[in-house]
């Protein structure tokens, strides 16, 4: 066994742009689509809200993942905002967590003609695809809001420098 003085992973040269996108954070939410096997989730982090007459949440999905291809295939999702007792759901719809059975077996969901509706989140909203496009290495979502429902935000929880952190 080596010890070492320095982290044996650590990248020798960071990229600046990737410690940039660290340090901006965000809420962290989970979008799902699709119904019965052909539902799919993932952990999103990278999304703002654009208001106006009709507004919408923009996102940037991973073009490999399910949910792209359910997002797609139904026009429709679901985005629930996660709180600091999510974490670990988070964790398994990033697909950095161990998923007994599948990750829509680790909490209770609520099927809704938008996709499955994560039964313990206080806020969450039903959306539409409109639009996408490709940008770097992402696909650019843009999902109109259909149905808002705003609860309590207790103990959020947020992703900033590849980490969770719960406020206060």
Known sequence: MTIHTTHPFADPEPDPVRRLRGRL??????????????????????????????PALLALIDPDSDLIGALRETGRAVVQVLSWPDRGLAEVFAGTGPAPGGPFRQAEWVDTDHGPRLASATTWATVRLVGERDVGWSVEVTAELDRVEVGEDTAPLMHRRGRFLRLE
């Open 25 to 54: 954070g965000g809420a962290v939410t989970v979008w799902t689509a699709g119904a019965g096997a052909g539902r799919a989730g993932l952990t999103v982090s990278s999304l703002l809200v654009a208001l106006g007459p009709r």
